[in-house]
């Protein structure tokens, strides 16, 4: 189910930045390895490549640029709304390691 979610999330963001010229320049050249690590479930990995985040896959990476931890539960809250990102973070329900300027660009996946 939480993979289900990740896969909306995908195409959501795909589809806002191919409709916001902002978004689309801001990201323009950046290339990014990011790692979902689910507490109580798989892990999961996608590049984020010129503003458009490539197919979903299975399994950790070995040096992933953004690296996300939480359980099914908070992916699947801030997924529905009932939790925002920067509250998750500031409750400890997810743990982000990355750059700050990694961190800001993460937000607008969510």
Same mark, same amino acid.
Do not use: C, W
């Given at each position: 189910? @939480? ?7 995908? +195409?959501?963001? /795909?589809?806002?930045?191919? #409709?916001?010229? =902002? ?14 690590? @689910? ?7 996608? +590049?984020?490549? /010129?503003?458009?985040?490539? #197919?979903?896959? =299975? ?52």
């Amino acid at each position: 189910m @939480v993979e289900e979610v990740f896969r909306e999330m995908i +195409v959501k963001f /795909n589809q806002k930045a191919a #409709e916001d010229p =902002k978004l689309a320049k801001e990201l323009a050249g950046v290339r990014r390895v990011v790692e979902i690590d @689910v507490t109580d479930g798989e892990s999961f990995n996608f +590049v984020l490549d /010129n503003a458009r985040v490539g #197919e979903l896959l =299975k399994g950790k990476v070995e040096r992933p640029d953004i690296l996300v931890i939480g359980s099914r539960d908070t992916f699947l809250q801030m997924k529905s709304g009932e939790l925002r990102p920067m509250k998750a973070l500031a409750l400890k329900k997810i743990q982000v390691k990355a750059t700050l300027e990694d961190m800001l660009r993460l937000r607008k996946f969510f």
